[in-house]
Every structure is written in structure tokens, then in C-alpha cells.
């Protein structure tokens, strides 16, 4: 990886042929340690706010729009205020200006597709509607609040987009948003491939190479090849890992953009003269996390 870009030694994933084994890491990497268990702390401590956040939507009683929107609100408010929390800490472990700044970034952008597997079917697209049926909620909620922290966001966006002849390309909020916004840069380049297969994609590349991803699963997920299925067949959201095995399972750089952090890009190694670009919202609807899709103006 070259020494003047951005910081992915936590997910650089080399393709590797080697029987899975995982590839050294570069030299400021192996000096890490503390940052890397920062770092899995605060992944840990983001998918139990999101957990707990679920479970409690799930307790409300159909019908109570209000407690729902209330619920959603809570969620937004507790990962901002734990995204301030986990810069600061990263800033006192190694400085704001030094690598932990960036992988600050990178950490904030995941949302891991780790959970729940093997429901049937059923349980799925009621699982689906019910994620529908949220984002209209916190759609209409936004549409008549005013200003708002979404609002500043996407100006930020532009402001760093507009001036490389690029704009965000809205992309439905679902737990497939990521997916749904690589099959989105894909088809742009000619690959005929929708969300599902790059799912599928994803989960293949992930189950030949397991030793570059099994490290990095939230504690508590043991079972790779349920993850695996997880990321296939269910609408769980994808994050950081997902983007590394889609970038070198395609042989692709992807890069993706945020209002606060410098851009990221995995699969630095490939000569791709059309990188993949995404965007990632953390404040596009009050449930959270958002991927959308960038484009030529």
C-alpha cells in the first residue's frame, strides 16, 4: 500500500491463494495494537446500542407511531453522541492528527452484517416490510422538521463532491442500502448484477478466504459460515469488511466519502482508472447508518 494514502491496514485484504492464510501487515500496523482494540471496542459498543435499539422498537405495541419515531430518535442522538465519545478516545490514544484519526473514520463507516441467520423465509420479508415501514416513518418526520442535522451533512458532501465533477445518487434505505449502491456502480459500468448477487458475491470471496475477515467479526459472533450466510441471504446492512471483500472479490477499488472524514478507499493495489464511489451518511434518516451511491454530475 502506498505511503500517501489513507490508513487500511485494518482491511486490506490481499487476495491470497495461500489456503486462506492472512497477509502481513504493513509496518504501522503491527505498532497499533492499542488502536486496534480501541477499535474493536467501539464496534462492539455500536452493534450493542443498535441491538438494544431493535429489541426496544420490537417491544413497542403496533400502532404506536409515536414511541416508534421517539425510539428512532433515541438511536440517532446515542450514536452521534457515541461517534464524539470514540474520536476523542482514538485522539488521546494516538494523537487527532495520526493514523487513529483515520481509522476513526473507517471504524464510524462500518455497520457489520453480523447477526441473526438461517430464518425462513417468511420471517424475512416481514423483517423487510417492517424496515420499510421505519424509513417511510422517519422520512415523513424529516420532511417537515426544518434544517437539520441531515441537511448539514449532505452540505458538507457536496461541498467535497461538487468541486471532483461528482453528487450523491440517492439509493432506497433499506438494509441493503450498501449492496444496493456497489450493484449501483457496477451496472454503471456495464456488469450486469444486482444487489442480491453482489451479496452473494461478497459471501463467496468471504468463505474462500476466511483467516482475512474471522478476526475482525464483533466478539461474540463465533460462526464465520453463519456470518457468511447472514451476509448472503438476509437484509442485515453491511459495512467495512463487506466493502474490502467486494473491492477484491471484483478486483476493484472502491472509495467511499463522509462530511468528517477523509476519503477511504479499499483495493488501493488494483489499477481500476473507474473506482467505485459511495458516500456514507451518518445522519441521512434517524435510524442510522446510510450508503448512497456517487456520481458524475
Known amino acids: 500500500m502506498g505511503d500517501d494514502g489513507p490508513d487500511m491496514s485494518l482491511f486490506d485484504f490481499s487476495s491470497s491463494d495461500d489456503e486462506g492464510k492472512p497477509k502481513a501487515k504493513d ?11 480501541i477499535l474493536k471496542r467501539h464496534r462492539q459498543e455500536e452493534q450493542q446500542i443498535r441491538t438494544e435499539a431493535k429489541a426496544k422498537v420490537r417491544s413497542i405495541p403496533k400502532g404506536d407511531r409515536e414511541a416508534k419515531q421517539k425510539a428512532d430518535e433515541e438511536l440517532e442522538k446515542a450514536l452521534a453522541e457515541m461517534s464524539v465519545r470514540h474520536a476523542q478516545e482514538l485522539a488521546t490514544a494516538e494523537g487527532a492528527d495520526g493514523t487513529a484519526a483515520i481509522q476513526a473514520g473507517m471504524a464510524g ?30 422520512s415523513d418526520h424529516h420532511a417537515g422538521a426544518g434544517p ?6 449532505l ?15 440517492d439509493i432506497a434505505a433499506d438494509g441493503h442500502c450498501l449492496y444496493r449502491s456497489l450493484a449501483h456502480q457496477l451496472q454503471a459500468g456495464g456488469e450486469p448484477i444486482d444487489f442480491t448477487q453482489c451479496r452473494a458475491d461478497i459471501a463467496a470471496y468471504m468463505r474462500k478466504h476466511p483467516h482475512d475477515f474471522e478476526p475482525y467479526l464483533e466478539e461474540g459472533c463465533t460462526d464465520f459460515g453463519a456470518y457468511c450466510e447472514t451476509v448472503e441471504h438476509s437484509s442485515e446492512w453491511g459495512g467495512q469488511l463487506e466493502i474490502a471483500a467486494l473491492a477484491h472479490a471484483r478486483k476493484r477499488k472502491v472509495t467511499v466519502y463522509s462530511a468528517d472524514a477523509p476519503a477511504l478507499t479499499a483495493g488501493e493495489e488494483y489499477d481500476d482508472e473507474s473506482p467505485i464511489l459511495l458516500a456514507f451518511h451518518r445522519h441521512y434518516f434517524g435510524l442510522g447508518a446510510h450508503y448512497n451511491a456517487v456520481v458524475p454530475k
Open 109 to 138: 463507516m462500518g455497520v457489520s452484517g453480523g447477526g441473526k441467520s438461517g430464518k425462513k423465509k417468511s420471517k424475512k420479508e416481514k423483517a423487510e416490510e417492517e424496515e420499510r415501514a421505519r424509513e417511510k416513518r422517519i
Open 27 to 37: 509496518k504501522d500496523a503491527a505498532q497499533s495494537s492499542d488502536s486496534k482494540a
Open 155 to 169: 452540505g458538507k458532501l457536496e461541498a467535497i463532491l461538487s468541486p471532483l465533477g461528482l453528487a450523491v445518487h
Open 148 to 153: 437539520s442535522e441531515r441537511d448539514v451533512e
